[in-house]
């Protein structure tokens, strides 16, 4: 059990999200240039009580639920100093294999963090407040472009791309087109908000329909993480739109010719800054519904079980465990 030093709190951890870099370290050890070289507590999208407080911390208070924010910015090295804390020169992110040490994780009974870090969650409903986490990596990414009156896609429908359509729809889209390869999680993305989705597997045909005249959408998200999706989003954006990239690991050849004569913006969204606090308060006063994306909640000692779970788009979304 550990104890929390100054400046700390302990929390009794009581929920947590599988999210897609948690299948990756689980499966293949790591990620794009990432690997584990030593054991490490996967997860960060994690909600419990506060069980103890630090010396000399004020609050919040034992007993309050919260969210814990996953990522320690050093907050002194050159980007900190410049307000730009997810580009941290020494980030400690919680269950990540970016540095070594590795950053243990939030998969544990108790967890020692940064008091600020431990965000109180109004309604305390722990299964929502463990969705803060990838709803901020998506709050995030909705800032990345102008989304307000325009038109969007949503390439992948997973949990990121679905939480990516409650965010584009709270951002004000007018238009929300999902796509993804199975039906399953396409029926997920309906049920949050998207207008309209397509089966790409099996209806090639009304996709390629948006690439007519110079493409259809302001701003695509890229969602699955797939080369050949990015390559696809340039036929289906229109003239000076954006596109935002906010999967990872592909590796893409992208014919270059067609950001230059569309004159089109490709960004890349990276985890979130100020968005977490935004993203505890809409769940905390339920100005949204997460609750349609969580389809299953698994006891800790199941863990395994969860996993294979979250790794098959054709059985789950959100899958969390739960530790108490
Ligand atoms: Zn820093």
Known sequence: DPSPGPGEVLVRIE???????????????GFGTVRMTEPMTLGHEI???????????GGPAAGTVVVVNPANPCGACAFCREG???????MRFLGSAMRTPHVQGGFSEYLVC??????????????????????????????????YGRRVMIMGAG????????AARFAG???????????????????????????????????EAFAADKGYFDV????????????????????????????QGATAELPVSAIVTRELDLRGSFRFDREFALAVELIGDRRIDLSPLLSHTLPAAEADRAFVLAGDKSQSMKVQLAFA
Not at 123 to 146: I, M, R, T
Not at 180 to 205: M, Q, S
Not at 237 to 245: A, D, M
């Open 114 to 147: 940064r008091a600020e870090n431990a965000v109180p969650l109004k309604h305390g409903d722990l299964s929502a407040g463990a969705f803060a986490e990838p709803l901020a990596v998506c709050l995030h990414a909705v800032g990345q472009a102008p989304v």
């Open 173 to 207: 889209a007018r238009e929300i087109v999902v796509l993804d390869i199975r039906d399953e999680p396409l029926a997920y993305a309906r049920k949050v908000g998207a207008d309209r989705t397509i089966n790409t597997a099996e209806h090639a045909d009304e996709v």
């Open 159 to 166: 949990p990121i791309g679905s939480l990516l359509v409650v």
């Open 220 to 247: 695509i998200f890229e969602a699955a993480g797939q080369g050949a999706t990015v390559a696809g989003a340039l036929r289906y954006v229109r003239p000076r739109g954006t596109i935002v990239l906010v999967g």
């Open 84 to 90: 730009r804390p997810i580009h941290c020169l020494d």
């Open 47 to 57: 909600a419990g009580r506060v069980a103890a407080l630090g010396p000399g911390v």
């Open 15 to 29: 929920r947590g999200g599988i999210c897609g870099s948690d299948l990756h370290y689980y499966r293949h050890g």
